[in-house]
């Protein structure tokens, strides 16, 4: 049982980093920050892949992506396996750092431009990203490289930039990808053949989440669709319709899955009848992706709120202002002590949370 009884928080800012080079009219999910041990990753519009002490806010190391697009610079979300970052740029390049130094590792200069957050399977000792090229004919495609060389083992094809990423689901061994050629596909995971596909109104940008006990895969997209499918199979069985963009990755948590979308409201489904529960409106645009920081759910808004939310009731119990759009899913501590929220202006703010009576 979970516990309900301190229902309030507090919240108090401890440090702030931020990178000169950010560009203010790209209020979209970026870099989300990593939290591994005592260190914090996180890309920046201003090419710059960041080590950050998590105690005190310095920088430890930086890692600058040459030649990435003005005004982008790094929108891929760092990966970490075995003491190494993996990342792609808007240079076109893969890249793989040291963890723990910034050393560059290997460097694979795959495409024009990366945009898509790795997925790493060890078991196959492989990551999965979209890749964005200049031709007219195949201007996207999904692929597999290899975590040791960046040697690119699968690739295929899209039609349309593909700034999409994927999940794995381990009991078939899928990667399935929202697609920018709108679909949401399933691959199999070691060779790259098509296990499934289904074809939406729009692109699916941000990785789907997937429901290990249920076997659902959620998907938001760019059409206003919240949508289930069976992940084995493909089948869809819902779609929940909102006012404009999803552009995050859903919550599955507490028998429920949380969703917002560019209409300003956060919509709450039933995971188990797959009906709309309660839409609630927060003002502003939620690109952040939910997630579970002590038995709550927090997001944040691009009016800056950070929101927390006791999921079984549904009420919103803590609240604290930032100064910038929030677009990217909140990262914390064991327990909660301690959250880290990004803006889409380079910044990344520490702050001490904790529950009162």
């Not at 793989?96 to 790493?120: H, R, V, Y």
């Not at 697609?179 to 499934?196: E, I, L, M, Q, S």
């Not at 990262?331 to 889409?344: D, F, L, P, V, W």
Request: charged fraction near 25%; proline fraction near 4%; hydrophobic fraction near 35%.
């Amino acid at each position: 049982t979970r516990n309900k009884t301190q229902l309030k928080v507090e919240y108090k800012l401890v440090w702030r980093n931020y990178t000169k080079g950010a560009f203010p009219f790209h209020i979209v999910p970026k870099s989300t920050p990593l939290l591994i041990g005592d260190k914090i990753y996180m890309g920046t519009s201003a090419a710059k892949m960041l080590c950050i002490d998590r105690l005190s806010g310095d920088n430890i190391w930086e890692y600058h992506a040459a030649g990435a697009a003005d005004r982008k610079g790094i929108w891929s979300s760092p990966a970490h396996h075995n003491g190494r970052i993996y990342f792609g740029a808007y240079n076109g390049c893969m890249y793989c750092l040291d963890a723990e130094t910034g050393a560059e590792i290997w460097k694979n200069p795959a495409c024009e431009w990366i945009g898509s957050t790795p997925l790493i399977v060890p078991k196959h000792n492989m990551l999965y990203i979209g890749l964005e090229y200049q031709r007219p004919r195949m201007q996207g495609s999904n692929a597999a490289l290899d975590l040791d060389t960046g040697t690119r083992i699968w690739e295929t094809g899209q039609k349309k930039f593909q700034h999409g990423s994927a999940a794995y689901w381990e009991e078939d061994d899928y990667v399935v990808f929202g697609n920018a050629d709108h679909d949401v596909t399933a691959y199999d995971a070691k060779t790259g053949k098509v296990a499934w596909k289904y074809e939406t109104e729009r692109s699916i940008k941000y990785p789907p989440a997937i429901d290990v006990d249920r076997k659902y895969v959620v998907a938001a997209s760019f059409d206003g669709n919240i949508y289930v499918f069976n992940v084995k199979t493909g089948e869809k069985l819902a779609a929940i319709q909102t006012d404009d963009i999803t552009y995050s990755t859903p919550l599955i948590a507490f028998d429920k899955i949380f969703c917002g979308s560019g209409d300003r409201h956060m919509y709450i489904i039933d995971a188990n009848t797959l009906e709309l529960i309660e839409k609630r409106d927060f003002g502003a645009r939620i690109y952040s992706s939910p997630t579970v920081i002590d038995d709550r759910v927090l997001f944040g808004t691009s009016g800056g709120l950070i929101v927390e939310m006791e999921p079984d009731t549904l009420d919103v119990v803590g609240k604290t202002q930032l100064p910038d759009a929030i677009t990217n899913a909140i990262q914390s501590t064991e327990g909660g002590r301690y959250i880290y929220a990004s803006t889409h202006m380079n910044e990344l703010y520490a702050i001490r949370r904790r529950r009162i009576g």
